[in-house]
C-alpha cells in the first residue's frame, strides 16, 4: 500500500510505526491546549465487500477513514 506524505512531508507509515512512542506526549500536549485539531475528530465509515453475494450486509466490513492532513 502507497501513500503519499502529507503537506508536513512525513509519510503516514513512519507514525504508525512511532505511535506507541508519541501517543502519550502527544495526549499531554492536547490536554494542557484543551484543543483538538477538528479534522481529527470525525472520520467517514466505508462498507468494503468481503466475499460471496454483495446482497447480504454480512459479506461487508466497515472501515473507518479519518484524516491525515490539515484540509489545507
Not at 14 to 38: C, H, M, N, Q, W
Request: charged fraction near 30%; glycine fraction near 6%.
Amino acid at each position: 500500500m502507497y501513500k503519499s506524505t502529507a503537506h508536513d512531508e512525513m509519510h503516514p507509515q513512519v507514525l504508525r510505526k512511532l505511535a506507541d512512542e508519541v501517543a502519550k506526549p502527544l495526549s499531554i500536549i492536547f490536554e494542557k491546549s484543551g484543543e483538538v485539531p477538528t479534522d481529527w475528530k470525525s472520520g467517514s465509515v466505508t462498507l468494503i465487500f468481503k466475499k460471496c453475494k454483495k446482497e447480504d450486509p454480512g459479506n461487508h466490513g466497515s472501515v473507518s477513514l479519518t484524516s491525515v492532513e490539515d484540509g489545507k
